[in-house]
């Protein structure tokens, strides 16, 4: 049974990245290897997408800015992507089974890393502090993060079904796709904020690894170095949410459970917990 919602007075907003940063896996399924051999299960690599290459440079990264900030989701934009590359005697419905078997299959590995669950159970007991999940993602990761919380024993509320109240919500989870802004778009962190109780806010803190761990080929690195994208971010958080903002930026490195342990214990720290 979900805890009942707290009502509060006053707020502390701790805020996870998803793919990179909570999730590991996500990144990991994008490797070279990995990838072709899910390109060659789902069915994608008999019509054409069988290279890492190929899938990045024909099929993600032309249709990433709209996937990620539509409802249409990733099924519906990436079939449509494929079918208009001609590949020929492929059919409409095994273009969308192949993608839906490859989507389905992303998502499970998209798990939250084990390093982390530790903290966040005891961020979802404090009764002041409030856990959201912000990602640029696609609509489908919106219900699969859920899941991997619900499977840690943690409720959850996407911020595009949540007014604003006094109450604490459970974890919240702030999608790209979902609010139709990118997360360095301040409209995406004013969303936010109406999402979160109307108590004032004592503290901010957010951890993202800013694209540093995400794959190369993928255009979302390359939408600016880390640190312009980290000063981008928290000039967005001063302007919805006030200054003083604390940053972690999270960097896997050789070490994705080292780095993990110190991020959790950076937090830790600024909870005093």
């Known amino acids: 049974m979900p805890k009942p919602f707290k009502k509060l007075k006053s707020f502390t907003l701790v805020i ?11 990144v990991k399924f994008g490797q070279a290897g990995n990838l072709e051999r899910h390109l060659t299960k789902s069915g994608l690599a008999r019509i054409g997408i069988d290279t890492s290459e ?5 099929v993600v990264n032309p249709t990433w800015a709209r996937a990620s900030t539509s409802a249409a989701g990733f099924l519906s934009i990436t079939a449509e992507r494929i079918r208009g590359l001609a590949i020929p005697g492929t059919s409409s419905m095994f273009v969308e089974a192949a993608v839906s078997k490859f989507m389905a299959a992303y998502m499970h590995h998209s798990n939250i890393d084990a390093g982390w ?10 009764p002041d502090t409030l856990c959201l999940i912000a990602t640029d993602h696609y609509a489908e990761a919106t219900e699969a993060i859920r899941t991997h919380l619900a499977d840690l024993g943690i409720p959850s509320t996407p911020i595009a079904r949540r007014k604003m109240t ?18 360095a778009s301040n409209r995406f962190w004013q969303a936010v904020r109406n999402a979160c109780p109307t108590g004032p806010l004592k503290q901010l803190l957010l951890v993202d690894d800013f694209g540093v761990n995400e794959q190369s080929a993928s255009d979302y690195p390359a939408t600016g170095p880390g640190e312009d994208r980290i ?18 930026h999270f960097i896997a490195g050789g070490n994705p459970e080292a780095a993990i342990a110190a991020a959790g214990q950076a937090v830790r720290k600024a909870l005093q917990i």
């Open 16 to 26: 996870f990245d998803y793919s990179g940063t909570l999730s590991l896996g996500a």
């Open 231 to 248: 000063q981008a971010t928290r000039q967005a958080l001063d302007d919805v949410f006030g200054p003083d903002s604390q940053i972690i």
């Open 117 to 126: 669950r530790p903290l966040l159970a005891d961020i979802e007991v404090r």
């Open 166 to 183: 006094t109450e604490k919500p459970g974890f919240m989870v702030a999608n790209s796709a979902d609010i139709g802004y990118a997360k």
């Open 54 to 58: 190929r899938y990045w440079d024909a």
